[in-house]
């Protein structure tokens, strides 16, 4: 009965942006949700892409190629997360997945995801 669905994806050039968007519906107080966004290539393990927590502070891989280029923010009172995508590279296809965290819980929910692909 938890829902997030995606929105946002789709084929984009080089150097180019896309903003990608989720949105939270069902019986759940959303606030306690950790939001974050993931995303999966073919043939690669499904990786944090960032993370932001119910009052705005975000977290992003220290080692990972998307510091700096991408940005996530959510809105509490639309119940939607965003992530910001500059700068897109051939290497971040991947399909791109919206991710919700019931804390203390371990329980995930997970959007279905959207395709995002990077090419010239």
């Known amino acids: 009965q938890i829902q997030l669905v995606e929105s946002g994806g789709g084929s984009v050039q080089p150097g180019g942006s896309l903003t990608l968007s989720c949105v939270v519906s069902?019986?759940?107080?959303?606030?306690?949700?950790?939001m974050g966004w993931y995303r999966q290539a073919p043939g690669k393990q499904r990786e944090m892409v960032a993370e932001i927590t119910r009052t705005g502070t975000t977290n992003y891989p220290y080692e990972g190629s998307v510091r700096g280029r991408f940005t996530i923010s959510r809105d509490n009172s639309k119940k939607m997360v965003y992530l910001q995508m500059k700068n897109l590279t051939p290497e971040d296809t991947a399909v791109y997945y919206c991710?919700?965290?019931?804390?203390?819980?371990?329980?995930?929910?997970w959007g279905r995801g959207t395709q995002v692909t990077v090419s010239s």
């Open positions: 069902g019986n759940i107080v959303y606030e306690g949700l950790l």
């Open positions: 991710s919700g965290k019931l804390l203390p819980t371990t329980t995930t929910y």
